[in-house]
């Protein structure tokens, strides 16, 4: 009897142990999701706004998604080649925008970094930097 009460303690001791997903530090282990972090970059002149959105919440991932909008004067041009970044892309804006998402990389933006918006249409070409947006 007391052999099989010294093994469950044992386990319980183990497996109370093992449920712990820190290191000695007391950081959490580098592959558990943080709290979620998103990085917002934005800008805009007379034709043009962006914005870009980088989700860093899983570590060593970073997945951007992206928002163009044509706010000019003219009429809304039909077709744009356009780069942010490192995104780029020829695409067909719906009513004067695009939205753009899902890539994925193994990087890590940092808020003081230049990301250029560069954009051509209709035999035009523009670039403007975008600006972190703190939260």
């Avoid at 970094?113 to 523009?126: A, H, M, T, Y």
Wanted: aromatic residues 10%; hydrophobic residues 35%.
């Amino acid at each position: 009897m007391k052999k099989i009460f010294c093994i469950l303690f044992l386990i319980s001791v183990f497996l109370i142990a093992c449920s712990k997903d820190v290191d000695e530090n007391d950081n959490f282990d580098e592959n558990e999701v943080k709290d979620e972090v998103y990085l917002v970059f934005e800008g805009e002149n007379e034709n043009w706004e962006a914005e870009i959105t980088f989700d860093q919440s899983v570590e060593n991932v970073e997945s951007a998604s992206h928002i163009i909008r044509y706010i000019g004067k003219d009429p809304v041009p039909k077709k744009v080649h356009y780069q942010i970044g490192t995104l780029e892309a020829n695409v067909e804006l719906i009513d004067g925008i695009w939205e753009g998402g899902g890539k994925e990389c193994e990087c890590h933006t940092k808020p003081d970094e230049d990301i250029l918006f560069n954009v051509e249409w209709n035999g035009r070409k523009e670039e403007f930097k975008l600006e972190h947006k703190p939260n």
